[in-house]
């Protein structure tokens, strides 16, 4: 088997199991509303509200007192809030895709070259 061959073959599996990352859905709050933890209105999930569930928290807030307590929040730590998006950080997937796709140009450089 040439290199080209195993190039192909790498990034053809770092394809296949980015598309199967992305089609499997992520696990979602057992119920679609929750009692907010400072106001106590019943309020539905969002992506921010469920994205804390899967992290493990068991305390939410309505997107109302979740801006309130952004705005009192100084204003450099604000900005790194709204620079995350809105699961609250990235989900690393480019970084491990680059990773993989990397590796197999790496080992084909070395080989080619040594």
């Known amino acids: 088997m040439n290199l080209e061959v195993i190039f192909g073959i790498g990034v053809a ?6 598309l199967i990352a992305k089609l ?3 696990r979602m709050p057992p119920s679609k509303s929750f009692k907010c933890g400072r106001c ?19 305390r939410f807030f309505c997107q109302s007192c979740h801006h309130k307590w952004l705005q009192s ?3 450099q730590e604000r ?5 995350r998006g809105s699961s609250g950080r990235g989900s690393g997937c480019l970084g ?5 796709a990397l590796v197999p140009i790496g080992v084909w450089a070395v080989l ?3």
């Open 24 to 26: 499997i859905p992520k």
């Open 13 to 18: 599996l770092v394809v296949v199991v980015g």
């Open 73 to 75: 929040r100084p204003p």
């Open 96 to 100: 491990v895709v680059v990773l993989f």
């Open 40 to 58: 106590g209105i019943q309020a539905l999930h969002t992506n921010r509200t469920a994205e804390a569930w899967r992290n493990g928290k068991t």
């Open 79 to 83: 900005e790194s809030y709204g620079a």
């Open 112 to 114: 080619a070259y040594a």
